[in-house]
Structures are given as structure tokens and as C-alpha cells.
């Protein structure tokens, strides 16, 4: 395929990310998807069957799968605001004389490729936005609450504020005791069950993620809010991003993978390759190199790399973009390489063998004389945030 397409593999250190094409599909899995593929099926009937094994897996009263976790968040928010009524389903995005509020905490309203936030506008409902970026308290959620409020959206994300905020299951118990069910975005959360139990009324998941399936979503909760979600899924604004027979057939067999999954030998894997970047990297000039856990509790170190440009003579930025220019590329976590002059190392996607191969590469660059690193900092100039870099990217992307 890399050779018809002119496509180059990368080393991927940066994690699930959709942008890389979110996972390696488990064999397993893509053996179940290409045995369905030649194949006619009911499709609620293979949602059924779904559902069943979301029940088993992730504890829930039902479950659904759709086109991926983004999705999830705009069928749950339709489901909630108009239940399993037909007219109501095909009424929206006009959403007269419907509840159409849906509240969220504003350290919560975050860009994960696209704003949250837009997920829920999709629908026709408006966004309230409660508290400040890093403070939320359990008054003003119950103040934000009204006769028009439909549902409340908590987001359990890397990119979210981790302090001053309203945790989850008092966050379920506030809204609960007001009639107003919840639904959790948790699509890179691999504890599953822990979303339910703490009274989630709908979780969204990605199938693409941990969980090394198809482009794809899960949404779990409520049998009632299950039921509506089928109705937009099919029938209504969810039909803009249907899924698949493959999808449905790849998440199944994800979750059974994922059930069957030796987790500690997994980890133990990933911790080897963790010490290899450490030991690698820690005796180098201009490099701080650290250990860091998922910020969301899933049972996942990093290594973070912060990058002293007055010893090195590059940026974080400029060495992960010449690393991502690469033969073969090598593509790092980014996210802070602007802002906060680091990037990370995420083991899930690489081998042993892989994790050498950066590891030099690394030490390639930061060892470059002078006028060579000149020639990388005039490449890549160095940008004002990762907005405009991304923005930068994208007029790029068009081929002449």
C-alpha cells in the first residue's frame, strides 16, 4: 500500500491518535472484519448482538456502536432531548419545543481535533458553560439547571483541567436529583466499568483507541437512552455518520480481545520500553528526561522530554517536526511543544527495536553542529501557539 500510495509508515510514539490513524488493529479483529465484509446482514440485528457483548464488557444495561466517540456525543445529547419518539427524532436540529440545554463545566470545553462543544451544537442544542476554566462548583450546576435543560456532558480528557472542578459522581448525584441524565465522554478511558459505576446515564467510548478496533464508538448507559440513541443512529441526525457492518463486527471483537487481554504482560512490555527511552535520553546535554503517568488514570507512563533551547539550540517543536520529517518519520506527542517547550514518549504503538531507533534519532539531532541545526530552525520557524501551527498544516495539506 506505501508504495501505490506514495504512503510512509510512521513510528508512532505520539499514542492513539486519530490523526496516525488512531491504532494497530488487532488481528483478531480484522480477521472478524473481513469475514463479515462479503456479507449481507440485518444491521439492528448485528447491533443487537452488540449490545449484548457492551452489556458483558463494560457493565451496562445496553450499548450501541456507532462511527466513533465524537459521534457518540451528538446521538447521546439527540437521545436525551428527544427519547425514543419518532417525530421528535426527525424533528431536530430544530429543537422547538424540546429541552435543548446542555450543561458542562468550562475547564471541560476542550479541542480534541474539533471543540466539544461543537459535538453538541451538531444537534441543534445550546451549550451552557458553568464555573471558570479551573473552578466549578456544585451551586452553579444546580443553578444552570431549568425546565429546558436536557442532559449534562462531563469530559474526561488529557486536555481537561485536573483541579477545582466538580468530580464525576457528584456530578451524577446533582444532576440525577434534578431529573437530568449524564453523559461521559471517556473515548481514550480504558477502565470501562468505572463510568457506570460512578452513574454515568451514557458513556461514549472510542472502538479505535485501547481497545485496537475500527474507526468506530460505543456508547453504553441506560437501556431507554440506548434505545433512543438506535433511533438517530438510523433514522435520524446520526444517519449522517453511520457505521458499518465492519465497524459493528470489529468492535465486537475488540471487546472479546480486550476481555481476553494478558493487561499485566501488556504493561510490563510497555514499562521495558519506557527504561529504554529513560536510559537513552537522560545523560543527554540541553534533555530533562522524566517519567509521567495518564493524567486520566489509565495504566499508561510516558516519558516526557522537555527541551532546553539555550544548551541545544532547537526547540521542542523544531526537533519533533525534523523528527516527524524523518526516514523513517517519528511522530511524538506534541501537544505542548510550543507552549511548554516538551514533548512526550508513549510506548503503547512501538517495539524494543523501535524504541532504539528513537532514541537515536533523537540524539541525532541534538548532537548536530551548528549550521545544521541553523538549516532546521530556518525549516521550522518556530510558531506563536499550536493554533496557527495547525492552521498552518492545513493550508499545506492540498496537493498541487
Excluded at 18 to 42: H, N, Q
Excluded at 80 to 92: I, R
Excluded at 209 to 218: A, E, Q, V, Y
Excluded at 226 to 241: D, E, N, P, T, V
Aim: charged share 20%; aromatic share 6%; with cysteine.
Amino acid at each position: 500500500m506505501g508504495e501505490q500510495f506514495k504512503l510512509r509508515e510512521v513510528i508512532n510514539v505520539a499514542g492513539t491518535m486519530t490523526a496516525l490513524g488512531s491504532c494497530s488493529v488487532a488481528p483478531e479483529v480484522i480477521e472478524a472484519m473481513v469475514a463479515v465484509l462479503p456479507k449481507f446482514v440485518d444491521m439492528l440485528d448485528l447491533q443487537r448482538e452488540a449490545c449484548r457483548v457492551i452489556q458483558r464488557v463494560v457493565g451496562a444495561e445496553a450499548g450501541c456502536v456507532t462511527s466513533c466517540a465524537a459521534a457518540g456525543i451528538a446521538i447521546g445529547v439527540a437521545a436525551c432531548m428527544t427519547g425514543p419518539d419518532m417525530a421528535k427524532v426527525e424533528q431536530l436540529p430544530d429543537t422547538t419545543g424540546l429541552k435543548n440545554e446542555v450543561i458542562v463545566q468550562r475547564g471541560h470545553v476542550v479541542w480534541f481535533g474539533a471543540p466539544v462543544t461543537q459535538m453538541v451544537r451538531l444537534t441543534g442544542a445550546k451549550v451552557v458553560e458553568i464555573g471558570d476554566v479551573n473552578r466549578a462548583g456544585v451551586y452553579q450546576l444546580e443553578g444552570a439547571i431549568r425546565e429546558t435543560t436536557a442532559a449534562a456532558l462531563y469530559v474526561v480528557s488529557h486536555h481537561t483541567v485536573r483541579y477545582g472542578l466538580i468530580a464525576l459522581e457528584e456530578f451524577c448525584q446533582v444532576a440525577h436529583a434534578h431529573g437530568i441524565p449524564v453523559i461521559v465522554d471517556a473515548a481514550s478511558e480504558s477502565n470501562m466499568r468505572s463510568f457506570i459505576e460512578c452513574g454515568a446515564d451514557l458513556v461514549c467510548f472510542s472502538g479505535h483507541k485501547f481497545l485496537s478496533g475500527p474507526t468506530s464508538g460505543i456508547i453504553a448507559g441506560r437501556r431507554d437512552l440506548i434505545k433512543a440513541c438506535l433511533y438517530h443512529q438510523y433514522y435520524g441526525i446520526g444517519r449522517a455518520m453511520k457505521v458499518g457492518k465492519e465497524g459493528i463486527v470489529g468492535v465486537m471483537a475488540a471487546l472479546e480481545q480486550w476481555e481476553r487481554l494478558d493487561h499485566k504482560t501488556v504493561q510490563a512490555e510497555q514499562k521495558r520500553i519506557v527504561n529504554k527511552f529513560v536510559s537513552g535520553l537522560k545523560n543527554v546535554p540541553g534533555l530533562t528526561v522524566t517519567v509521567e503517568p495518564d493524567p486520566t488514570g489509565n495504566p499508561i507512563q510516558r516519558v516526557k522530554v522537555h527541551v532546553d533551547p539555550m544548551i541545544i539550540g532547537l526547540t521542542a517543536f523544531q526537533i519533533s517536526a525534523e523528527l516527524a520529517s524523518g526516514d523513517p518519520p517519528i511522530i511524538v506527542r506534541d501537544h505542548q511543544v510550543i507552549d511548554e517547550n516538551f514533548f512526550l514518549l508513549d510506548p503503547c504503538n512501538i517495539n524494543l527495536e523501535q524504541a532504539e531507533i528513537v532514541v537515536k534519532a533523537i540524539k541525532k539531532i541534538v548532537e548536530l553542529p551548528d549550521e545544521e541545526k541553523q538549516k532546521i530552525k530556518q525549516k521550522y520557524p518556530q510558531f506563536p501557539n499550536s493554533a496557527d501551527l495547525l492552521v498552518a498544516k492545513l493550508k499545506s495539506w492540498i496537493p498541487e
